[in-house]
């Protein structure tokens, strides 16, 4: 098993503030960040562009396993620049499709991890399943949550309907449903300021 003595893993479902949330502890921490759900994201608006069926697996698999994928400054795929394509409606509506097969997320793991091991000092990861599989030895481990009338609000580009299907598809499947590990800190960002999710999760890393 890898060291992962520097990685905070922050997972959630859709709107839950993850992405921003792991920015800024990341930016707090002057460590590195990882969005792993524009990986995902980034692998679905290829194989649209593409005209891939996303139900055909072999097909998705191969361009998870052979594209080159980047997700800072901007998202990029095979030097495609994604960024505002993968928070469309048909990517949206896709992207947990092809983040339950099996093979894709083979693909994306070790690219995760791989990743990780490359950066000089600690690492903030967000996702779904990052704290349960991705990085299990993680130093600390955070689910964020909110009530689904605060998640439709916070996802302005995403209606209630589409965020209640994703989670039910990532909950639901049978390779690395969304969940919080039995060791994660469950924050609900409800009725919370950004600056409070923030300080409470470093306040739980240094308490580490």
Not at 91 to 106: E, F, K, L, M, Y
Not at 152 to 170: L, Y
């Amino acid at each position: 098993m890898m060291s992962t003595s520097n990685v905070v893993a922050i997972d959630g479902p859709a709107g839950s503030g993850k992405s921003t949330v792991a920015k800024l502890v990341a930016e707090r921490l002057e460590w590195s960040f990882l969005d792993t759900g524009a990986m995902y994201r980034a692998v679905t608006a290829l194989a649209l562009r593409n005209g891939v069926a996303l139900e055909r697996h072999e097909d998705v698999v191969q361009i998870a396993q052979e594209c080159l994928i980047d997700t800072i400054p901007r998202v990029t795929i095979n030097g495609l620049d994604v960024t505002e394509e993968i928070r469309g409606s048909d990517v949206n509506h896709g992207v947990s499709i092809v983040a339950a097969i099996p093979a894709v997320r083979d693909a994306m793991v070790e690219r995760q991890r791989e990743w990780s091991q490359r950066q000089a000092r600690g690492t903030v990861v967000e996702g779904r399943d990052i704290g349960t599989v991705v990085f299990p030895d993680a130093t600390l481990k955070v689910f964020l949550t909110a009530s689904p009338e605060e998640r439709a609000r916070r996802r302005g580009d995403e209606s209630a309907d589409s965020i209640n299907r994703r989670d039910e598809i990532d909950s639901t499947r049978a390779v690395s449903p969304l969940r919080a590990d039995e060791s994660a800190v469950v924050i609900d960002t409800t009725d919370k300021s950004i600056d409070q999710v923030i300080e409470e999760i470093v306040q739980c890393l240094h308490q580490r």
